[in-house]
């Protein structure tokens, strides 16, 4: 195992007020965002319903950082080319969520975004094996998919460690992404792990200064990925 070579941190608007979320996503670029996590929630893969492809438009021609498009729903194979088209530079599908998951990140690749599948924690890793040589990037969800706020599960960093070592023997050099209760007291861990993507949602959008959260999130994981680079 590798540690990261380097962080993205992607803020997720989950966690925004939605009625100024103009002034939310400036804020955060203000602070270095690097991506622009959304979460779409159909109230079937999980319980909850959130945003949909409007609101990646709306994005598309305010962000300027790229747009990564989280489908947390059934079927996500029937909705890639609509994202896409709205402005999403990467996509990730659910492994639990498409049986034909292959056909569905060779779509996404097709119509010019980075494919990317997601992993729940009840998910073995060892499911990954199937399409380690076909993504872009693999999102190992560290809470159960469906609201913000919730706490680390803390078995995540080492399923990080299990993803990277499973990605690297298939000769896929592709980044890990964590989403789920990322803020700055485990950023450093995950980072070390090999987390190159850093999803955060109430961690930073609600706190009193999301750009300052942007920027402490991101020193912690650097913090990470050096102590690792020292260690190897």
């Known amino acids: ?28 670029e203000r602070g270095g965002a690097d991506l622009l996590h959304v979460d ?20 598309e021609r305010t962000a300027a950082v790229p747009l990564d498009v989280h489908l947390m ?4 194979e ?8 709205a402005g999403a530079a990467m996509v990730s ?3 639990e969520a498409s049986p034909h998951v292959h056909r569905t990140l060779s779509t996404i690749r097709a119509l010019g975004a980075a494919a990317g599948v997601a992993v729940n924690p009840g998910t073995p890793v060892g499911a ?4 380690a040589d076909a993504v872009d990037y ?29 990605l690297d023997r298939a000769g896929n050099r592709a980044p890990i992404e964590i989403d789920g209760g990322i803020g700055p007291a485990n950023a450093e861990e995950l980072a070390g792990a090999g987390a190159e993507i850093l999803v955060a949602a109430s961690s930073i959008f609600r706190t009193a200064d999301p750009a300052g959260a942007v920027g402490q999130l991101r020193d912690r994981a650097l913090a990470g990925t050096a102590a690792a680079v020292q260690n190897t």
Do not use: K, W, Y
Request: glycine residues 6%; charged residues 15%.
């Open 1 to 28: 195992m590798t540690a990261a070579a380097n962080v993205r941190i992607a803020p997720s608007i989950l966690a925004a007020d939605f009625a100024a979320l103009g002034d939310a996503v400036r804020a955060v």
């Open 40 to 59: 779409v929630m159909d109230g079937r893969f999980v319980p909850s319903i959130s945003v949909g492809v409007p609101v990646v438009q709306a994005l």
């Open 73 to 76: 729903v059934v079927e996500p």
């Open 78 to 85: 029937r909705h890639v080319e609509a994202f896409v088209a």
């Open 93 to 95: 599908v659910h492994l």
């Open 128 to 131: 990954l094996v199937a399409v």
């Open 138 to 166: 693999v999102v190992v969800m560290s809470v159960n998919p469906g609201a913000a706020g919730q706490a680390f599960i803390p078995g995540s960093t080492s399923r990080v460690r299990e993803v990277r070592e499973l």
